[in-house]
């Protein structure tokens, strides 16, 4: 039975039960009273008088009654049949959006008005609608990035290897360091998905005491000659106490860094890079803040996803290959901490990850 027959029977039958229970006792209760009340005074008629008042009081009681019973019946049916109809309306809707949804009509909604939890379900199922559009949309550039990105180096390979053979190239240190570039380049995506294949069939790794200070100044200091090289100025601003977190050094470690690299390799000549660790009320910190390029509001949202790179351009300086960002995502939400992000275009950006509070260790 669908869920509108079955509001309409059980409406109906709570209405029509109660009805009855109270037809029931209505005609006991007034037949008493009449009996105490009525009966004696009719009694001092004549037999056939006061017979004849109390079968028509009785007939008018039960008349009245049913009368009271089968109105009362028509109109539950209507108000239940009228209240299950509109109930189940919006149901029905929900249920052929999915249907849609399922066959990839993912651009269609629900009218969601109201504040009752049919219309937070209504809303719920936009939102699911346009998430799977998103992710859509997302997919169907994936192939075509992951292909890209792998015949580029090949690409570039082949024509100095036919150059070679050919006789138009002398293979020269210099063509053949070319060459090794171009494996390298290749090698680092190879690398790159790896890792975010291993941290999406992994679980959680375990977890140790980590001091975000300690960790977060030696991997700046890593970093110094890179930065020195760019003509970048590094900055760390360290709080003045120990920050506990419980993750897994690896996992951290790769987060940071890959923070850091972007944050040098989008950062012009002469740009400042500002690392700073601290507390607040979600827990302990990181925050890499640069001067760089920056990045458009509207793809905010999407450069979390593999692949997916705001310079359409595909430059290896601006590019990159789409999976640093993926992987910080994968590898925060392993050990619990959220990571934000704020940009603006050429004012530079700031990626903050945050780990939940945790008690110091204990001195032994």
């Not at 380049?185 to 069939?201: I, N």
């Not at 990045?295 to 300086?317: G, H, Q, T, W």
């Not at 945790?358 to 032994?364: C, G, I, T, Y």
Request: net charge neutral.
């Amino acid at each position: 039975m669908k869920i509108r027959g079955k509001l309409l029977l059980a409406f109906s039958l709570f209405s029509i039960s109660l009805l009855v229970l109270l037809t029931l006792i209505l005609q006991i209760e007034v037949s008493r009273h009449f009996g105490l009340l009525v009966c004696q005074p009719v009694n001092s008629l004549s037999p056939v008088m006061s017979q004849s008042i109390q079968f028509h009081f009785d007939q008018a009681l039960k008349q009245s009654l049913i009368w009271t019973l089968a109105s009362f019946v028509a109109i539950t049916m209507l108000i239940a049949a009228f209240l299950s109809k509109l109930f189940t309306k919006r149901i029905l809707q929900m249920q052929e959006l999915a249907t849609q949804i399922a066959h990839g009509q993912w651009q269609l909604t629900v009218p969601a008005h109201g504040r009752d939890e049919l219309s937070l379900l209504a809303k719920t199922m936009n939102y699911l609608a346009q998430q799977l559009n998103h992710q859509e949309k997302l997919r169907t550039h994936l192939t075509q990035d992951i292909a890209h990105e792998l015949r580029t180096p090949l690409t570039t390979l082949k024509s100095h290897i036919e150059a070679f053979l050919d006789g138009v190239w002398e293979p020269s240190r210099e063509r053949l360091h070319s060459c090794l570039e171009e494996v390298e380049r290749f090698e680092s995506l190879v690398s790159g998905v790896e890792t975010l294949y291993k941290a999406d069939m992994l679980e959680a790794k375990p977890a140790t005491k980590i001091e975000v200070n300690d960790m977060t100044a030696s991997l700046v200091h890593f970093f110094e000659p890179r930065c020195v090289a760019a003509e970048l100025t590094l900055q760390v601003k360290t709080a003045g106490h120990p920050l506990w977190i419980d993750a897994n050094p690896d996992d951290v470690y790769q987060i940071l860094w890959n923070l850091l690299d972007n944050a040098v390799k989008y950062t012009p000549t002469g740009g400042l890079i500002e690392v700073t660790t601290g507390e607040n009320l979600q827990g302990s910190f990181v925050r890499i803040r640069d001067t760089g390029i920056g990045i458009p509001k509207a793809e905010l949202d999407n450069i979390f996803e593999r692949f997916y790179r705001v310079d359409k351009s595909r430059n290896r300086r601006t590019g990159g290959s789409g999976l640093g960002l993926a992987i910080v995502k994968r590898l925060a939400s392993l050990s619990g901490a959220a990571v934000e992000v704020e940009s603006q275009i050429n004012k530079g950006s700031t990626f903050t990850v945050c780990w939940p509070r945790k008690d110091s260790p204990a001195v032994p």
